[in-house]
């Protein structure tokens, strides 16, 4: 398989599953734009078909600017991941609206900005992937973390009314539902799971090393064979899917 001169551009591509994704896109040949709001975290991973571009995906005149840019020196983005997110919970009566809108302005107002924007100029060449990173939280409730999950079920509603839109188009939309992937995330979250829990940091750890039936945490890497299982020749009539990558977990 190859993707060679391919533009892809994925959100949240300089750390856990979005650079694995990004580094999976390039090694068949994808030129891979990996956005982010950290710059330093951005160059440290650059090269190698990797480029970096700094922009908040919850501020809307970034991303509009930002993916111009990108396009602008690498053409239309034809592989569209939005991947960025935060995985912070709260129960809902803790929830207040600064807290809705910060999580949801990130996993789910990004992603409409990205796709929108990177859209343009997809809609004018004949093959293009969208590929949402979404969650098992998308497709069940997270105890303890309304926004989140409703941003991910939100992420998962885009998905499908794109995948209606542009029915019988060279373009497909598909989501992936990860479950507990071995990222920066998980490790943030072991505390914080911790602490809702009453349990020890450990006990936390091993919650979500068991919620997967193989009882392990999955791979970054295993979420990236299946975006690039997506941009094969195989792949063609999967549209307007939400893939679960949870180890039976759900
Ligand atoms: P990381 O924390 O490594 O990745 C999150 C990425 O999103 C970072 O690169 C971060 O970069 C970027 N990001 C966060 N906020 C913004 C913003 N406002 N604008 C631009 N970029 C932003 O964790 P993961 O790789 O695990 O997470 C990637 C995605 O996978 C997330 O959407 C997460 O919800 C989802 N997911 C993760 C699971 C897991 O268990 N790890 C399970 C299911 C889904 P920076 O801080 O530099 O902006």
Not at 159 to 168: K, M, T
Not at 183 to 201: P, Q
Request: with cysteine.
């Amino acid at each position: 398989m190859t993707l060679n001169g391919k533009h892809a551009l994925i959100t949240g591509g300089g750390s856990g599953i979005g650079l694995a994704i990004a580094r999976a896109l390039a090694g068949v040949g994808a030129e891979v734009t990996i956005t982010g709001r950290r710059e330093s975290v951005l160059q440290n991973v650059a090269g190698n078909g990797l480029y970096p571009l700094a922009m908040d995906v919850s501020d809307e005149a970034q991303v509009v600017s930002g993916v111009a840019r990108a396009v602008a020196e690498r053409g239309p983005v034809q592989i569209c991941i939005p991947n960025a997110g935060i995985a912070e919970g709260r129960a809902v009566h803790k929830t207040d609206a600064a807290f809705w809108r910060k999580v949801m302005g990130t996993n789910l107002d990004g992603a409409f900005y990205t796709v929108r924007e990177c859209l343009g100029g997809m809609r004018g060449t004949d093959w293009g992937r969208v590929i949402a990173i979404s969650s098992i939280a998308g497709l069940k409730g997270l105890k303890g973390a309304a926004a989140y999950s409703a941003s991910k079920h939100g992420m998962i509603g885009l998905i499908r009314a794109l995948s209606e839109d542009y029915l019988g188009t060279p373009f497909t939309f598909n989501a992936i539902c990860p479950g507990y992937v071995d990222t920066e995330i998980v490790s943030r979250n072991v505390t914080a799971i911790s602490e809702r829990a009453g349990v020890s940091e450990d006990e936390a750890r091993a919650m979500m090393v068991s919620a997967n039936r193989h009882n392990r945490l999955i791979a970054p890497d295993e979420v990236a064979q299946a975006v690039l299982w997506l941009c094969g020749p195989g792949s063609q009539s999967i549209n307007g899917q939400a893939i679960e990558i949870a180890g039976g977990q759900f």
